[in-house]
């Protein structure tokens, strides 16, 4: 199983980035996959999910900014990210959870998102 992230980077304070996570060695539609993030010294936080039948939830610090898709054709699951803020730096990381066996739970590398003030 491989959870393959890009799209992290350095952007100033009121751009946009789009993540991108590619899925493979899993049954992409039987997972709800979503995205992390972890700041310096923070626990990692739950940002946004997409759940196997495509239902999204947002974290409310980001609600109105995030948004989250997945794309069953490219086994991939995005968050575009607006109106970034310096708060919003931080490692992100995808998740892929089995929606019945929570004992299938897959982790990303991560990808460096900054946001400079």
């Known amino acids: 199983v491989q959870l393959q992230a890009f799209g992290g980077g350095l952007v100033q304070a009121g751009g946009s980035l789009r993540l991108s996570c590619v899925a493979s060695?899993?049954?992409?539609?039987?997972?709800?996959v979503g995205w992390y993030r972890q700041a310096p010294g923070n626990q990692r936080e739950l940002v946004a999910r997409?759940?196997?039948?495509?239902?999204?939830s947002i974290s409310d610090s980001v609600k109105g900014r995030f948004t989250v898709s997945r794309s069953s054709a490219t086994n991939t699951v995005y968050l575009q990210m607006n109106s970034l803020q310096p708060e919003d730096t931080g490692v992100y990381y995808c998740?892929?959870?089995?929606?019945?066996?929570?004992?299938?739970?897959?982790w990303g590398r991560g990808t460096q998102v900054t946001v400079s003030s």
């Open positions: 998740h892929a959870l089995q929606q019945q066996d929570s004992n299938f739970s897959y």
């Open positions: 060695g899993i049954s992409f539609s039987e997972y709800h």
């Open positions: 997409s759940s196997s039948g495509g239902t999204a």
